[in-house]
Structure formats: structure tokens, C-alpha cells
């Protein structure tokens, strides 16, 4: 293929090709960035919370006389008694936050007593000993909480951290050589200690916003009920009896006492619902990116679709001529797919260069990651087959105009 | 001539369907893109209180210290020490203090069950100072704040709920197993940021539905439903007395200072503060204190969600593309028809008409582009609800500013984009054109 | 009318310098009916283009009307073209997206004519040419002969007075050439200058007075040695 005559006549037409090489620049730019975006979202979404989230259901209870906290306690361990005997509930324990929640209490975690800055956060659960068989969260280290040792928590009070157990990642994060089981640790923000007598599989955090990335995964349990205005009851169905569970629990408390609201819109939620909240925005973001792209995607095809036809109406002349000269079909079409493919090529190298440019700009302006180069590499052979494949309509059609265009007048 | 051009417009995008049929999608779509994204950001970044934005502060005193400081910033609210200190000072022309309240309402007449409603501990000044409407009544009096009486505020969708919309002023409401003697209803204000609580991080909530006195929500022990920020390396006692007397940070409070040098003397004030404190021994750090007005702290705090911010940047870079697309397009359309240009301009036409005919003639594409994109956003504020949360969702709507404003950057977009095909347009030789062989 | 002195078309390349029009002079009286001949490429249609002010030209004097025009700008060339000339070209250069009535409209567009006078304009010339009839019909449904008539008709809508014509009859068959010819002749009549460009010797005959151009020049055939022909046609006496 002769490509410094195709590159010499662009020069007749410079207006047009730096349009669908600047199109396809930028589309290149946004695609890119677009479709990493999506991923990491995706990525974000898919993370695992460590729970047998297929039954599992919880339950918010705001209590209607706070005034007694001895009560409160009282009432709560009640309403757990009501609420494991039901026959569609495997277990049932107390909790003030639960993974993905998006609210709760996050401690700094230290490991010595007077350190100024924290070692990490961590999501911090007021449970009992049911915490792990109610969240599916299996003990990969050391023992559960005993019944004695599950105490009454006012929030201002101090801490009853004296045990605690720790999620896998938190353990890690402490002691990475693997020694956390039986290790001193401070969890109350001050200068309590706590042995962490177990360790749990992987469990995460109740926060979800990206400040929290690095913590998402730190949690630790502390036994004892958290004496609020309002507790959550964590209930795990027995397999395949959610719906049943989902309705004898909350009559099964309200038989207990009526002094409690359970809010009718969002009192009940399984934990598929916990998961569409928390990551709704996340969610919303990936459709957005793909919407825009396959838009962005078409528009930029049919612009090389739309300019490229209207050049082959001028040039048909030129085009009879060259027919007339000898060049066969194949000839014309080859010429007009060469040099598609030369605009292109400029296109997506001023592409690559912008599509790195805004992710920089995004990454500090947003805190996202950096792009890959496979996604770059991908884009670049995306949008090229994309303009080869728009532009064979009118090439086709160029290489179908007759030689005899040539002695046509205007 | 206005009028022919337009004509000629509007007949020219019948000529080539295919043509004109992109040309007004590409425009439709990248409108329709840029204005969803743009009327959520416009709702999520405006002034929540224009007017008065510039005279209500924000007060900050650092009670942590330089090491256990973020970045030097003092924590976000105040102590309720503190608070009521400076609150007793009088030092500004109209104060509040403020905290979250999720009491328990008993509806009159047992049938109901009760509720949990959302609601603030306030002063007497704070509807004064952020210009609550009311319906009925008003707020309660200084005395009510002092004597702690047990008095309150409620909105006026839970005057609806309550007494079916009716003049409750004078009649009860039961919280948390107390009754409080209603003295006004609000009507609906509802400032999306909720601005003067920024510090509970859920700036676009539900809508506040009852308010008491300050005082008397702490007498009756009624604990924040807000953020309660109680720092590191403090071990507090125990008991509610210790936390309320102690180093937690969970009230914010709020100024009103009428103009810059009342601003600097209530700073000056503030600071003289921090200092007594520090004489005191219980600050081991030089006065680190903040006065912030609206729009600093909603700033500082950066209330705009990020999805907002890159959903539209990422709307304006589609736009732009559609933009350059259209440069495209209009060049081959205006091109195909050089041998008219030709004879327009053999006939008498100046450089200056063909300009103005090939700018109407893309400014009728915008036009159409615009309403096919005013369509689009209608349709996508029905889809706005997928991408953001539901309460920012709500704030993106379809009112006059916006509808015109989408005719109008698609017309004007259009017409820039146009420029450049106009230019090569209004180029064309005559004679060339006519020259046969 | 029309006065061209000494006048000069160069187009310069990188390479070449090509004079389409050397030392050129002409003289149009008012109400002259003039043919300009030669044959290919020698310079005729460039002569015209300059004096439609269509083209500029690179040395030389030309009055139009009285009127030096090398130093107009673009607005005061688009001005004396609007008013003065009617064009009518070879290939009829109507405009096909619209109709006969917007066609001659045009320049009428540009010259800030009221409605009611445009449209009594437009009547009057499409009688003049026989085809009020058709109106409202477009370009394409005309036969080449009506089209040329139409563009005719455009030219005149304006009253120009000067009409440059191109090889008006060259896409044309014998009989509707002759019934454009026999038009200009009537327009002649009534007072109108005429230019027209041709290459067709019975054409030239029919004006009264005959310019040949060879290479960029006027070329006086009776004396110019280089050119016998067996007999110069002449037209009938008209007057």
C-alpha cells in the first residue's frame, strides 16, 4: 500500500480528518476511563462481607422508653430468647452495626496504650456469643465469648473490651507475622487493654465511604449488648425459610413487648437490601459509564460514517479517474480503508496520551486508581475497529462508482 | 432575513433525513447528558441560603491539641462545655447550639403506634437566624429557652400526620414519654444541604420534622441521635455526667454576625476564649479556633458527592465530542451545497449574509437538538434515581430555568460548532463554482 | 457601460505563472448586445467572471458603469452584482431545493425588498420568460429549456443593466436554444446591454458586434493573419 500518496492527498482535506482523528481522540479518552471506572466499581460492588448474607435478615428496634437501661438489657435478652425459639430461626444475636450499614462506631486501634497516632480504624460491634452464628462468620482462630462474659454496654460508659475477637484482616494488619491470637491490643480509644482471644475469617467493616478503603475489612466484636436507643437484631433464617423468618420475628418481639417502633419502610431488611444501599451510588455509576459509552461509542461511528460518505461524493471524479486508469474495486476500497486507518492511528495515539492525562487528573482529584495499560491497549483496538468498520459502508460505495465519472462534468 | 434563513433551515433539515437525523441525536443526547448531570450538581453545590450565607457562622474551638489534631483543624462541633460557655457570653447579635434528636412521638389518641421522628435540640434564635417559615405560630420565647420549658416546633407534613393540617398551636405532643406544649408549625423548609449540620454527615436526609429547647432535651437526658466524636487517647469516666462535662465533641453552634468586622471580633472573642482556657490548664496549646460562613464550610466539608462532580465532568467530555461531531457533520453539510453558496453569492449575497444564513441554519439544527434533548432529560430524570442516592435523586427536577436553559446551550453549541463550517462556507469562489468546462 | 484598459489575470503557483488574461481591453456601450468568442481556454470565461466582479483581477483598469472597481471591498462588490448584473449561466444554476418563485427570489432576498414588491418582481419576470404557470414547481420537474428560462427570468427580476450570459443555449437542443436566443434578442430590444460568451459562431452572429479573445487577448480577426476563415458570418442589421 502506498501510503505517502494517501498521506500527501489528506493534506487537500485537513479540516475532516483532524475532526475524526480529534473524535476519535477524545472518544478513545473517555471510553477508557469510562469503562476502568466501571470495572473498579464492579470490583468495589463484588466484595465479600464475610456473611451468609442468603438468610440472613435484620431487624432495627427503637425503643419507646429509653429511660431504664436495666430494662433495656433485660428486654434484649428476652426479645433474643423469643426470637431463637422461633422454628425458622437458625440464630439470633444483638448487634449496634453491621457490615455495610454505612453507620456505626469506629474506634482507632493501638498497640500500645499512650501511642499518639493509631496503628489503623476498625469497625467496632457490640455483640453476644451468638455474633458468629448469626453472621455466618466462621472462628479460624482461637474460641468464641462464653455467656459469662457478655456484659451490658452504656455508651458512656467505659468499655467492656476486656476480650474481644478480631477480624482476619484487622490480625493481620497488627501483627502481620500471624501472632494477634492472645495479643494486648486497645480498641476503646483510651487506655483499656483487650486480649483478642479469637480471630474470624474475613468480616467486613460497617463503613463504606473511600475515606475508609484501607479499613474496610477491620472489625473487631466486643461482648456485651450496647444499651442505645435502639438496638439491631441480626437473625439467621434456617435455609429456606427467610420469608417465614421474616415474619414470625417481628410479631415474636412485639409478643415480647409493644413498648418498641420498628419502622414499617426499613425496620425489616434483608441483607440483599443492606447491599443494594450501600452500594447504591456504585451501582448507579457503572450504568452511568456504560450508557455513555456505547452512546459515545455510536455517535463517534456514525460521524466517521456521515463525513467519510460526503467525502467520496467529492472526490468521485477522482475516484472514476483512477478507475479509469486501472485500479481495480479492490484498489479504491484498500486506499479508502488505509486511509481511515492513518487517521485512526493518529487519533488513538492523541487518545492515549488524553486518556492517561484525565485519569491523572481524576486520580488526584478523586482518589481513584491509576489506568491500566491493558484497558488503554483494549480502547485502542476497540475504537480502530470501530472506525475501520464505519467507514467499509462508503468505501464499498467508493469502490463502486464507475470509471466513467472520470469524463463527467460537474 | 431572520425569517428566511430560518425557513431555509428548517427546510435544509428535510432535505438529507439520515443527516440531520444524527446531527440532531448526537446534540439531543450530549444536552440530555449534560443537563441531568448539571441540575443534580446545581441542587448538591448551590447556596443553601442565599442572602444570608454571608452572616451565619460556624464556630470551632480546638479542644485536642496539635497532636491529636487532623492536620492542624479543630474538631468539627463543640463540647457542650464550651458550647454553653460561649452561648453564655452574649457575644453575638443571634446565636444556637444544635444536636440530632430521634425521639419516640406518641400520637394522641392510642390507636396509632408510636413513631420514631427526626428532629433537632435547638435555641429560640435558630429559626430567626435560618429563616424558617411558619404556618402557624412561631418559635419559642428566650424564657422558653432559659427555663427549659417543655415546649415545641413541629413541621408541617407532621401537623399533617399529627392533626390532619389543623391549627395545633396550643395543643400536646408526647416525645419520649413527655409532653410538650406545641407553639408553632413550619411550613415546609426543607435546605438541601441541611447546611447547619454538616458535622452528622447526613446532609441530605429526611426532612426535620420537630424541634425543642436545647436545654431541655439535655435536662431529660435526650441523647444525640447525631455523630458524638470523643477523640483518641481519652479515657473518659463513666456515666452520662462525666461524657457531658468531658472532652466529646457532638454540638454544633452557629453565629449570626452582620458584616466583616463584627466577624473579626467575635474571632477575637473566640480566641480570647481558647486562651482563658489554656491559662486554665485545660488546653496545653495556643488558641487554634474557627469561624467559618456557610459556603467556607460547606467547602470545607466537602459536601458535593464525588459521583456528582465526575458524572459531570464526564457529561461535559461527551458533550464536547458530540460538539466536535457536529463540526463534522456541518462542514459536509454545508460543503455538499457549495455550488449554491456559489450562486448566492454571484446573486448579490455578501460574505456577511452567507455567514448569517449558515449560522440559522445551525442554529435551527440546535434547535431541534435542544428539544430532542429536553425530551431526553425529562425522560432521564425518571433514570437520575438509579445513579445517586434517592435523596439527592429528589433534588434533580424539570423546572422553567432548566427547560430553557437546555434550549438554550443546544442552540448556542451548535452555532459555535458552526463557526468553523460557516467560515469555510462563506470561502467559497463564486466564479469557481461556476466555471463549467 | 463596460470598460476594461490594460487589464491582466495571473494565476501563480509555486511553479507557473499562467496569464488567463493579457493587456485585455473591451468597450461596452450602453445598450449594446456584444458576443465574446475564441475557442477553448482562451480566456473568455474569465473575462466574464471579472466582469461580474465574480473575480479580481491583477493589473489594469475596469469601469463598470462608470465605476472603478479594483479598490471595492467584498460588501460593495456583492452590492454591484445584487443591482446591476443579471447573470445567466450554462449550467442554469438554479437552486434545487427550491421552488421557481424562491429561485428568482434570491437576489431580490439581498437587495431588502419588501414582499409586496418581490413577489409583483417575480410575476412580472416569469411572464416576461412564459412560465408564470409553473411557479411553484421545482428545477427538477422543468425541462432544460424552462430551467434556462427560470434563470433568465432570475436575472432579470432585479433589472439589471447589464446582463452577462455564459454559453446561455450550450445545454440546450436547436429548438430550445433558439427560443433563449430569440428571448435575449426581445430583452436586447427593450434596451438592455448584453454580454455574452460563446463559442458557437451562429450564436456570435446573432449579436451585434463580435469580440474574439485568443490567449488572453483581443484579437481583431479581419486584420490578425493568423486567422482566415473561409467567411465571417454576419447577423442581420438589427435595430
Not at chain 1, 166 to 191: C, E, F
Not at chain 1, 261 to 288: C, E, N
Not at chain 3, 21 to 30: M, P, S
Request: proline share 5%.
Amino acid at each position: 500500500m502506498h501510503i505517502k500518496p494517501i498521506l500527501a492527498a489528506m493534506r487537500h482535506h485537513k479540516a475532516g480528518t483532524v475532526l475524526i482523528a480529534l473524535q476519535i481522540a477524545l472518544t478513545l479518552a473517555i471510553v477508557c476511563n469510562a469503562l476502568f471506572i466501571i470495572q473498579q466499581r464492579i470490583e468495589r460492588m463484588a466484595r465479600p462481607s464475610g456473611l451468609d448474607e442468603t438468610n440472613l435478615f435484620v431487624i432495627r428496634s427503637d425503643w419507646a422508653d429509653k429511660s431504664d437501661p436495666q430494662r433495656i438489657d433485660a428486654q434484649m435478652r428476652a426479645d433474643l430468647i423469643a426470637l431463637r425459639q422461633l422454628g425458622s430461626v437458625q440464630d439470633a444475636a444483638p448487634i449496634n452495626s453491621f457490615p455495610l450499614l454505612g453507620s456505626g462506631w469506629d474506634n482507632f486501634i493501638k498497640l500500645q496504650p499512650d501511642q499518639v497516632k493509631m496503628t489503623t480504624d476498625s469497625a467496632i460491634f457490640f455483640s453476644d456469643e451468638h455474633a458468629l452464628a448469626a453472621l455466618g462468620t466462621r472462628l479460624i482462630a482461637g474460641r468464641n465469648f462464653t455467656a459469662s462474659e457478655v456484659g451490658a454496654q452504656q455508651p458512656r460508659d467505659a468499655m467492656h473490651s476486656a476480650q474481644v475477637i478480631i477480624s482476619k484482616d484487622l490480625a493481620h494488619r497488627l501483627y502481620p507475622d500471624g501472632s494477634a491470637l492472645g495479643k494486648t491490643i486497645y480498641v476503646s480509644m483510651g487506655r483499656r487493654p483487650s486480649t483478642v482471644i479469637g480471630i474470624t475469617d474475613t468480616l467486613q467493616a460497617h463503613m463504606t465511604g473511600s475515606w475508609a478503603g484501607p479499613y474496610a475489612y477491620n472489625a473487631v466484636l466486643v461482648p456485651a449488648q450496647l444499651l442505645n436507643d435502639y438496638t439491631y437484631y441480626l437473625v439467621r433464617a434456617r435455609p429456606g425459610q427467610l420469608d417465614a423468618a421474616m415474619r414470625d420475628a417481628p410479631k415474636a418481639l412485639f409478643a415480647q413487648s409493644r413498648m418498641r417502633i420498628i419502622d414499617h419502610k426499613d425496620g425489616v431488611m434483608t441483607f440483599a437490601q443492606v447491599r443494594q444501599r450501600a452500594y447504591g451510588p456504585d451501582r448507579g455509576m457503572a450504568i452511568l459509564m456504560g450508557i455513555i459509552s456505547v452512546v459515545l461509542l455510536a455517535i463517534t461511528a456514525a460521524g466517521i460514517v456521515g463525513l467519510t460518505s460526503f467525502w467520496v461524493g467529492q472526490r468521485r471524479k477522482q475516484i472514476g479517474v483512477r478507475r479509469a486508469l486501472g485500479a481495480t474495486r479492490g484498489d479504491i476500497l484498500s486506499y479508502f480503508l488505509t486511509e481511515n486507518l492513518l487517521i485512526g492511528i493518529g487519533g488513538v495515539l492523541a487518545g492515549v496520551v488524553l486518556a492517561f492525562g484525565i485519569n491523572l487528573w481524576m486520580v488526584s482529584q478523586f482518589e481513584t486508581a491509576r489506568l491500566s495499560l491493558a484497558y488503554v491497549a483494549s480502547g485502542v483496538v476497540l475504537l480502530l475497529l470501530l472506525g475501520q468498520g464505519a467507514v467499509l459502508a462508503p468505501a464499498v460505495r467508493a469502490s463502486h462508482v464507475p470509471p466513467v465519472e472520470a469524463t463527467r462534468s460537474v | 432575513m431572520f425569517a428566511y434563513y430560518f425557513q431555509l433551515g428548517l427546510r435544509s433539515l428535510r432535505r438529507n433525513p439520515a443527516l440531520t437525523a444524527l446531527m440532531v441525536m448526537a446534540i439531543g443526547f450530549g444536552v440530555a447528558a449534560s443537563m441531568i448531570t448539571w441540575s443534580v450538581f446545581r441542587a448538591v453545590s448551590g447556596d443553601p441560603i442565599p442572602g444570608k450565607s454571608g452572616q451565619l457562622y460556624t464556630v470551632l474551638i480546638d479542644n485536642r491539641g496539635p497532636q491529636y489534631n487532623d492536620k492542624g483543624e479543630p474538631p468539627e462541633a463543640l463540647t457542650y462545655t464550651d458550647a454553653t460557655a460561649l452561648v453564655a457570653a452574649r457575644k453575638a447579635a443571634h446565636q444556637t447550639l444544635l444536636f440530632e434528636v430521634a425521639p419516640s412521638v406518641l400520637p394522641e389518641g392510642n390507636q396509632s403506634l408510636p413513631f420514631i421522628a427526626h428532629g433537632y435540640a435547638t435555641n429560640t434564635d435558630f429559626f430567626g437566624m435560618f429563616e424558617v417559615p411558619f404556618e402557624f405560630g412561631g418559635a419559642w420565647r428566650a424564657s422558653d429557652d432559659e427555663g427549659r420549658a417543655a415546649v415545641a416546633v413541629i413541621s408541617h407534613a407532621l401537623n399533617q400526620q399529627l392533626f390532619n393540617g389543623a391549627d395545633s398551636v396550643g395543643r400536646e405532643i408526647t416525645m419520649d414519654r413527655h409532653t410538650y406544649r406545641i407553639v408553632g408549625v413550619t411550613a415546609h423548609w426543607d435546605p438541601k444541604p441541611r447546611f447547619y449540620d454538616l458535622f452528622s454527615g447526613n446532609a441530605f436526609g429526611d426532612p426535620v420534622q420537630v424541634y425543642l429547647p436545647f436545654a431541655r432535651a439535655v435536662d431529660v437526658e435526650m441523647d444525640t441521635a447525631g455523630r458524638n466524636n470523643c477523640g483518641s487517647n481519652v479515657d473518659f469516666g463513666s456515666g452520662r455526667d462525666a461524657w457531658l462535662h468531658g472532652e466529646c465533641v457532638w454540638v454544633p453552634m452557629w453565629v449570626e454576625l452582620a458584616d466583616q468586622p463584627a466577624a473579626n471580633a467575635y474571632r477575637d472573642f473566640l480566641t480570647h476564649y481558647a486562651a482563658e482556657q489554656q491559662r486554665a490548664g485545660r488546653f496545653h496549646w495556643a488558641p487554634n479556633v474557627r469561624l467559618r460562613d456557610v459556603n467556607n464550610w460547606l467547602d470545607y466539608k466537602q459536601v458535593v458527592p464525588p459521583e456528582s462532580r465526575i458524572s459531570l465532568m464526564v457529561a461535559l467530555g461527551f458533550f464536547v465530542i458530540c460538539l466536535v461531531n457536529t463540526i463534522g457533520l456541518l462542514l459536509a453539510k454545508f460543503m455538499r451545497r457549495a455550488a449554491e453558496i456559489g450562486v448566492r453569492r454571484a446573486l448579490g449575497a455578501p460574505r456577511g449574509e452567507i455567514y448569517r444564513q449558515f449560522l440559522i441554519e445551525a442554529a435551527t439544527v440546535g434547535l431541534a437538538g435542544g428539544v430532542l434533548g429536553l425530551l431526553l432529560t425529562a425522560l432521564g430524570m425518571f433514570g437520575v434515581g438509579l445513579l445517586f442516592e434517592p435523596q439527592i435523586a429528589r433534588l434533580a427536577h424539570l423546572d422553567a430555568s432548566l427547560v430553557a436553559m437546555t434550549l438554550l446551550v443546544a442552540v448556542v453549541a451548535t452555532v459555535l460548532a458552526a463557526f468553523y463550517p460557516t467560515w469555510r462556507a462563506a470561502k467559497v469562489q463564486p466564479a469557481w463554482q461556476l466555471k463549467s468546462n | 457601460m463596460l470598460k476594461m484598459t490594460h487589464l491582466s489575470k495571473v494565476y501563480r503557483t509555486e511553479v507557473v505563472e499562467t496569464y488567463a488574461l493579457r493587456d485585455f481591453n473591451i468597450d461596452v456601450k450602453e445598450g449594446e448586445f456584444v458576443a465574446v468568442t475564441g475557442p477553448s481556454g482562451s480566456g473568455k470565461t474569465t473575462f466574464l467572471t471579472i466582469a461580474g466582479l465574480l473575480e479580481t483581477f491583477s493589473g489594469g483598469e475596469y469601469h463598470l458603469d462608470g465605476i472603478e472597481v479594483s479598490n471595492l471591498n467584498d460588501n460593495a462588490r456583492s452590492k454591484i452584482r445584487n443591482e446591476k448584473i443579471g447573470f445567466i449561466f450554462q449550467a442554469f444554476n438554479l437552486i434545487p431545493d427550491l421552488n421557481v418563485f424562491d429561485n428568482i427570489e434570491v437576489p431580490l432576498r439581498y437587495r431588502g425588498m419588501k414582499a409586496a414588491e418581490r413577489k409583483q418582481r417575480i410575476m412580472e419576470s416569469l411572464e416576461r420568460v412564459g412560465l408564470a404557470s409553473r411557479a411553484k414547481h421545482y428545477p427538477a420537474e422543468l425541462s432544460g429549456g424552462q430551467q434556462q428560462r427560470v434563470a433568465i427570468a432570475r436575472a432579470l427580476a432585479g433589472s439589471p443593466r447589464l446582463l452577462l450570459a455564459d454559453e446561455p443555449t450550450g445545454n440546450l437542443d436547436t429548438q430550445m436554444a433558439r427560443s433563449v436566443l430569440e428571448l435575449l434578442e426581445d430583452i436586447h430590444r427593450e434596451g438592455a446591454t448584453i454580454v455574452m460568451v460563446t463559442h458557437d459562431p451562429e450564436l456570435a452572429a446573432r449579436a451585434q458586434r463580435n469580440v474574439h479573445i485568443i490567449d488572453g487577448q483581443v484579437v481583431d480577426l479581419a486584420e490578425d493573419p493568423r486567422f482566415h476563415p473561409a467567411q465571417v458570418a454576419t447577423g442581420e442589421a438589427r435595430g
